[in-house]
Structures are given as structure tokens and as C-alpha cells.
């Protein structure tokens, strides 16, 4: 293997981060981008395993040139970190088993829709981790991936009568998000003592939004859940359940990248606190498990993993301990914290030039990869790392430069002004930090294709072995998406036309 980017020479097997919650962790937003050096310079707080990932990465980065995945035919590719998956995922399990008491029931069902890959999702279900699914397509590729329904988990706000219905017969835990739900699953269960399905309701905590407005889903006027401080919620809930003495789980998610801990820590408060009531009111433990939804935010700064899910667990148990002392069994859905390090989207730079004085690189990653930060770049900052034309970290003098993709629209851009080793063609340029809601989540402009995305893991023999996890889209399947097979059915429509 190439040296490592800042010579430790650890093994990578260490822990994280520091213990204790550093200052700054509970913004939610994780740092500024602009740690430079082509996004080496790891700073804020980065641990061995966090340096060892990016010497992974780096390596990763010149064995796919090495071996023809990425070069000119291939300018765009999507890595994932095999290893880094597996930790990450023993990181959440152990945090997790650190604090519940001996025997709790703990499903953590990984938010498919952060990585909705079929091979991520047999990965971490090897890995102990089933899946939360908010759509048929979801559904599906968790069934796909051999995820077993009973650790997965249905929240769509949007469900139809017929997944309703499909959930239930599988056995599949659902939330209802709202009372005309709660009618349809009412009709569903029927007489039926004891569904199948573990069955709860999603609640808003109402505890406040973060610094994205968007994935704030506990404010007072979030879509999701029944908004328990409006007036009669909180009754509405507690006479929910004491009516159906088969509802037994409640379900917040209180947001995601941009909620501080503190709040996320609220929202499982109160309802861990709504779920006592509902529970003395009923004179049983009627209420038996808590699912406290996903959310933790990923610092998209610098390499250090931070917050932890270990910092995460041990707040929880500070502010509600009664969540963890045994009575309650425990389901988590996290998304984004689980994958977004462990891959890294790598564009070839086609060409470059200068404009208004200032250089720009031309390159195959932009909007159809990386689409809330070339829309929303304020809150969705990435840091890029360069690479030269063989795949190594490029260094050499820093110059502002925009980096952009390949769509025609003037703000298709990964970056503006960002100081990197100048660019040139045939060089390389990384995305970091894109495992999650990234290049798994094509979007179609220009009719752009989806890139191949492989993992990647060491071959034992000092090398770097890929594994094909997405095979890059052809034209032809752009076609067939695009009404191929349908290519005069406007021309030749008649009044009377049926499909
Ligand atoms: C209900 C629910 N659970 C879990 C998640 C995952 O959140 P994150 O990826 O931030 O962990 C989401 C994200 O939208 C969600 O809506």
C-alpha cells in the first residue's frame, strides 16, 4: 500500500474521537468546510480510525485509477468503504450496549433512504443492523438486501392502504404518523387481539427546529407525526392507546444534519415522558418499546467522526435514564451518521480554464450526485480532495479555484473559490464525506448517467479489492427511463387513446 497521508502508521482499529463532548459538537452542523489541503488537513479532533479511513480512501482513490474504474471513458465513480461500514456499525452497536441495561431489546434500523443500495443493506444487516423503510421502494430493496421483517421498520408519512396492508401481513413494525392512519390500521387489525406488527404512533415532540430548516422535523409545524403540544394532542395519543391495547410502541424522529444533541436528546425525553403517562394511565407497561428515530448529525468539516454515537448514548442516559433502565425495549434509525464518511464520490477533471481572472475545473461530478449542495451550498459545504492524473494526493501551491460539474446551469458547482492544488486536466477531484443522501441519490439533469459504485476493502495482500455495488447506468437504460419504448405514443394519440 502508498504511504499514509500523515505518516502515523497506525492501524486504524482505535477508537474514533476523543471521549466527553467536545465544545462545538452540539451545533449539529458539525464545522465550516475549508480545512484545505485538498481536504487533508484532518484537524478538529480526527482519531486513528478517522485517519486511518481517509488513508484507506486515498488508497482507494489510486487503485481505481490503477485499474481502469475511474479514467477517461469512467470519469465518475462512487467508493464506499467496506471497513469503515463495519465500524461504523459496531461503533453504534456498542454505544448503544454501554448504556441499556443487560437484555433490552435494541433493533437499530438503518434509514434506507440515507443509502438506498441493496449490497449497503445486506452489508449492515450482517452487521446487526435492519432497516427503517418510508416507501414501497424501500421496502423493497430491504427485502432484496434479505433484511427479516422483524427488523424492519415502516414510517412513511404518506402510506397507502395497500402498504398498510402489505406491512401488517409481513409483520413489519409500523408507525402511524396521524389519526386518519391510525383509522386505516384500525380497519386492518380488526378484532385481532395481537397483530403481527409491532404497531405505534409517530409523535412531534414539538421541541424546535435546527439549522436547516428542512430536516427540522420537530417544530411546531412539522408534517410528521401528531404534534403533541397542539391543543388535545397529548390526550388524543394517551386515549389512542388505551383504546387499542395493541399499540405499543411511540415513535419520534426529531431531525436530522443541523439538530443539536441537546435537542434530539428533548424529543426522546418527551416522549419517553408521554410514554410513562400513557403507560400509569393504563396500569400495565402497555408501551414496551421507544423508537427514538435517527438524526445524528455528521461533521462535514474535517475527518473526525463527531459527535460520536457513544457521546449520543451517554447524553440520552444522562437526560432520560429511565429510557435505558430495562423497561423499555429500543429502536434507533439512523441514517446519514452510519454512512456519509464511509464513501467518497471521485471525478475526473475534463478540462480547465479561467474566468473573471479566477480558475475553474471542469470535472464529471455536479448536481446529479451532489445535488443539496450545489442547490443549497450555504448549508451542504463539502470538503474536496485532489488527486493527479495517476490517483495520488496532488499537492503543490493552493489557488482559489470553483470547481464544477458537468450540468449547464451556471451554479453546477461542488465548490466556489476553494483553495486547492490547481487542477488540471486529467487530475482527479473527491468529494468527501458522501456516503449518505450523495451519490446514491441520482438526479436525472441533463440526463446525466448514475455512476458505478463499488466498495472497496484491503486485499490482504497490501492492495485494494473492489466489489461492484451499482453497476454505472448505460445509455440505453437512459433511454428505456426516459419513454424509449413508448417514442410515438404522443404523436399517434387519438381522442380516444388508452395506455
Ligand atoms: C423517520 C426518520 N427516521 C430516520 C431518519 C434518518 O435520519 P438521519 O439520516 O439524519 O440519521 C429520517 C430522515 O429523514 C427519518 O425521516
Known amino acids: 500500500m502508498a504511504a499514509g497521508i500523515d505518516g502515523t502508521g497506525d492501524d486504524g482499529m482505535g477508537e474514533g474521537t476523543g471521549e466527553g463532548m467536545r465544545e462545538g459538537m452540539d451545533d449539529g452542523t458539525g464545522h465550516s468546510v475549508g480545512d484545505g489541503v485538498g481536504g487533508r488537513r484532518h484537524g478538529d479532533g480526527a482519531g486513528p480510525a478517522d485517519r486511518a479511513r481517509a488513508r484507506r480512501r486515498d488508497e482507494a482513490v489510486r487503485a481505481a ?7 477517461p471513458g469512467t470519469p465518475l465513480v462512487g467508493l464506499l468503504d467496506v471497513r469503515g461500514i463495519r465500524e461504523s456499525a459496531a461503533a453504534l452497536r456498542e454505544a448503544f450496549e454501554a ?3 443487560p437484555g ?8 434506507v433512504k440515507a443509502t438506498p443500495l441493496v449490497p449497503v443493506l445486506r452489508l449492515l444487516h450482517e452487521e446487526g443492523v435492519g432497516a427503517e ?6 421496502l423493497a430493496l430491504a427485502r432484496a438486501a434479505g433484511v427479516p421483517p422483524a427488523a424492519t421498520v415502516l414510517d412513511s408519512p404518506a402510506k397507502t392502504g395497500a402498504e398498510l396492508r402489505e406491512a401488517l401481513e409481513l409483520g413489519i413494525a409500523v408507525n ?3 389519526p386518519q392512519e391510525l383509522d386505516r390500521i384500525d380497519a386492518l387489525v380488526g378484532s385481532c387481539p395481537s397483530p403481527r406488527s409491532p404497531l405505534g404512533i409517530r409523535v ?8 436547516i430548516e428542512a430536516l427540522s422535523t420537530a417544530t411546531a409545524t412539522s408534517k410528521f407525526g401528531v404534534a403533541l403540544r397542539d391543543e388535545g394532542a397529548r390526550e388524543w395519543v394517551v386515549r389512542a392507546c388505551l383504546d387499542r391495547p395493541w399499540l405499543t410502541r411511540l415513535h419520534a424522529h426529531t431531525g436530522s444534519q443541523g439538530i443539536p444533541l441537546s435537542l434530539m436528546a428533548q424529543g426522546a425525553a418527551r416522549t419517553y415522558a408521554l410514554a410513562e403517562e400513557i403507560n400509569a394511565r393504563a396500569g400495565r407497561r402497555q408501551i414496551d418499546t421507544l423508537d427514538i428515530g435517527g438524526g445524528l448529525p455528521v461533521n462535514f468539516g474535517s475527518e473526525a467522526t463527531a459527535p460520536t454515537y457513544a457521546q449520543y448514548a451517554r447524553l440520552l442516559a444522562e437526560v432520560v435514564p429511565g429510557l435505558f433502565d430495562g423497561r423499555y425495549g429500543l429502536v434507533t434509525e439512523f441514517g446519514r451518521s452510519l454512512l456519509a464518511k464511509q464513501g467518497t464520490v471521485v471525478a475526473r477533471v475534463e478540462y480547465t480554464k479561467s474566468a473573471g481572472g479566477r480558475p475553474v475545473a471542469v470535472t464529471h461530478a455536479g448536481v446529479q450526485v451532489a445535488t443539496r449542495t450545489v442547490y443549497a451550498p450555504g448549508a451542504w459545504p463539502l470538503r474536496l480532495a485532489a488527486y493527479d492524473a495517476k490517483g495520488r494526493p496532488k ?3 493552493e489557488a482559489v479555484q470553483d470547481v464544477a460539474g458537468p450540468a449547464c446551469f451556471a451554479g453546477d458547482l461542488l465548490a466556489e473559490a476553494r483553495a486547492l492544488p490547481l487542477l488540471e486536466p486529467g487530475d482527479h477531484v473527491a468529494a468527501l464525506d458522501t456516503g449518505a443522501y450523495y451519490f446514491a441519490h441520482h438526479y436525472a439533469y441533463n440526463s446525466l448517467p448514475r455512476p458505478g459504485i463499488y466498495g472497496f476493502a484491503p486485499d490482504g495482500s497490501g492492495g485494494v479489492a473492489f466489489a461492484t455495488a451499482r453497476e454505472p447506468q448505460a445509455p440505453e437504460e ?10 410515438s405514443a404522443l404523436t399517434t394519440l387519438r381522442a380516444s387513446g388508452r395506455p
Not at 485509477?65 to 479514467?71: A, F, Q, T
Open 133 to 138: 423503510v418510508a416507501s414501497p421502494g424501500e
Open 395 to 397: 499537492s503543490g501551491p
Open 478 to 487: 437512459i433511454v428505456t427511463e426516459a419513454g424509449g419504448a413508448h417514442a
Open 99 to 101: 448504556v441499556v441495561a
Open 176 to 178: 402511524a404518523d396521524n
Open 104 to 111: 433490552t431489546p435494541v433493533l437499530h434500523a438503518f434509514a
Open 65 to 71: 485509477v490503477e485499474c481502469g474504474l475511474l479514467g
Open 204 to 211: 412531534n415532540p414539538q421541541v424546535g427546529g435546527g439549522s
